[in-house]
């Protein structure tokens, strides 16, 4: 340990190997977390506006590690994404939301699920078959999986995003262009790409209500999208007057804390059915 005030990078440096020794610990143990229950899916759900009906629910991951307790996916889905492992990542968290989605079409609700796509998966020429045989093993239509896929992600590596992405769409899966704002977001970019929604990034959302520049790029994101026939949606929605702010711009569809945070699958039931059996 350093002893001195002085000598900051020396302070700093235990810290370092600590943490990339966590990191190495997390994605050796990823694959035996996923076989063990370690790993789980929470649902986030969207509402309508101005409607506020419930229209589906984003699946995001959560790891409850025995040593770390609650590790968050911005730590560990990196880390994932970095190794060959996040098909295992991916492909659990769409088995799981698909099983969600045919139990609410039992009980007769039509409601969308949404899962998060790495860069990688997008290279994966493989990834579209499997969507498919999901889709089929669970019975459920292709319309009501939506697919989060970042800017940045596809920008890195367009000639091989691409075609996966084509079939993706061919299969009758919705594309959402995720934190939409603030990478190479583009007019032309986006008119090339085959998706169908476009996320608004909570950074604009949250800030709206306090900066002026925030509200000029959530408004303009929802008339390019709408100009570009796309259904937007706004992340990050945690007040009343957020929420009555993009009822006024014409957005589409709000996920946020003022609605729910993200819930465990017992829990988001429960929300459920408080919320339609009135
Ligand atoms: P994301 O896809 O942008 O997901 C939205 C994040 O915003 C979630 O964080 C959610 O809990 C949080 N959030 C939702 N509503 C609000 C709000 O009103 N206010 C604020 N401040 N935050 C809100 P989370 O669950 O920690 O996930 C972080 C990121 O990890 C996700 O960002 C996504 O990039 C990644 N991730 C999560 N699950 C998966 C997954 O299954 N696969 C992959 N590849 N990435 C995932
Ligand atoms: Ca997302
Ligand atoms: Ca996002
Ligand atoms: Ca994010």
Excluded at 193 to 203: H, N, T
Aim: glycine share 8%; proline share 5%.
């Amino acid at each position: 340990r350093a002893t001195s005030e002085g000598t900051p990078v020396k302070a700093y440096a235990p810290s370092m190997g600590h943490l990339f020794l966590r990191r190495f610990q997390l994605v050796t143990q990823f694959r035996q977390a996923v076989e063990t229950g370690q790993i789980s899916v929470h649902y986030q759900p969207k509402v309508a506006l101005p409607s506020r009906q419930v229209v589906g629910a984003e699946a995001l991951v959560r790891w409850t590690h025995p040593e770390f307790g609650r590790v968050d996916p911005d730590e560990f889905v990196p880390a994932v994404e970095a190794t060959g492992l996040v098909d295992v990542l991916t492909d659990f968290v769409m088995d799981r939301a698909l099983e969600r989605v045919r139990r609410w079409l039992d009980r007769g609700l039509r409601m969308s699920i949404a899962v998060n796509l790495s860069v990688r998966t997008l290279g994966d020429e493989d990834f579209p078959n499997r969507v498919s045989a999901a889709l089929a093993r669970h019975d459920v239509p292709s319309g009501l999986l939506t697919f989060e896929l970042t800017e940045s992600g596809v920008m890195a590596d367009p000639e091989r995003a691409l075609p996966v992405l084509r079939r993706l769409h061919a299969i009758g899966v919705v594309l959402a262009v995720d934190d939409f704002g603030t990478g190479y977001s583009s007019l032309a970019y986006l008119r090339q790409l085959p998706v169908d929604e476009v996320k608004i990034d909570k950074s604009f959302v949250l800030g709206m209500g306090t900066d002026l520049g925030d509200m000029a790029v959530v408004r303009s994101i929802v008339e390019l999208g709408h100009s570009l026939g796309l259904v937007v949606v706004a992340e990050g929605v945690e007040d009343d007057a957020a929420r009555d702010q993009l009822v006024g711009m014409g957005c589409d569809v709000a996920q946020g804390y003022l609605i729910s945070r993200p819930l465990s699958e017992d829990r988001f039931e429960a929300w459920l059915r408080a919320r339609t059996v009135q």
